[in-house]
Antibody, heavy 119, light 110 residues
Framework: EVQLVESGGGLVQRGGSLRLSCAASDSGFTFNNYWMHWVRQAPGKGLEWVAR????????????SYADSVKGRFTISRDIAKNTLYLQMNSLGAEDTAVYYC??????WGQGTLVTVSS | QAGLTQPPSVSKGLRQTATLTCTGNSNNVGNQGAAWLQQHEGHPPKVLSYRNDKRPTGISERFSASRSGNTASLTITGLQPEDEADYYC???????????FGGGTKLTVL
């Protein structure tokens, strides 16, 4: 069972930026073989899908897609050489305060990293 | 993005059977099936089933999932205190090109 480990969360002021990273504990797990997603959970709330990036060679015509709530502000990407998944978050607002999970959704989930946006 | 519909709460007695439901549409649950996640307070979600009825290694046989049309179900038999948790369903929506989630069902074991 692969372990996904997120990092990069923290406290940021409204309007600021953060970049989240996700690494796999198993070197045999390569992100470009899977559709990878970021899912967030605001305090006391349910799960919200944020963004996804396709695996190589597996496409529906779109390499990435985003929830309407983050479109234009967040960017999902991956570094194949570092086998790392990223989420660049810009123009952060209070509504972005949440635990962010790196996940395949239907198989593997990370422990999450907390992002807190202060006003 | 439109979500899936789950009852907010279900309460059942110890050793009883609970069935949780999740309703979507033909673009998500009815097309791609659903995954079920269990989440205890302060912990990340754990996958109980995926692609309707597949159970990951290590998940108890007390958890079984199924689907009928646009509704997915998770049945938990022989309820134990540790089953008390939030349960989420999720499905890939081919129209939205996104995972959609239910609002979660809080299961209380009496």
């Amino acid at each position: 069972e692969v372990q996904l480990v997120e990092s990069g969360g923290g406290l940021v002021q409204r309007g600021g930026s953060l970049r989240l990273s996700c690494a796999a504990s198993d070197s045999g797990f390569t992100f470009n073989n899977y559709w990878m997603h970021w899912v967030r959970q605001a305090p006391g709330k349910g799960l919200e899908w944020v963004a996804r990036i396709n695996g190589d060679g597996i496409t529906d015509g779109f390499t990435t897609s985003y929830a309407d709530s983050v479109k234009g502000r967040f960017t999902i990407s991956r570094d194949i050489a570092k086998n790392t998944l990223y989420l660049q978050m810009n123009s952060l607002g209070a509504e972005d305060t949440a635990v962010y999970y790196c996940t395949t959704v239907d198989t593997d989930w990370g422990q999450g990293t907390l992002v807190t946006v202060s006003s | 993005q439109a979500g899936l519909t789950q009852p907010p709460s279900v309460s059942k007695g110890l050793r009883q059977t609970a069935t949780l439901t999740c309703t979507g549409n033909s673009n998500n649950v009815g097309n791609q099936g659903a995954a079920w996640l269990q989440q205890h307070e302060g912990h990340p979600p754990k996958v109980l089933s995926y692609r309707n009825d597949k159970r990951p290694t290590g998940i108890s046989e007390r958890f079984s999932a199924s689907r009928s049309g646009n509704t997915a179900s998770l049945t938990i038999t022989g309820l134990q205190p540790e089953d008390e948790a939030d349960y989420y369903c999720s499905a890939w929506d081919i129209s939205l090109r996104a995972w959609v989630f239910g609002g979660g069902t809080k299961l209380t074991v009496l």
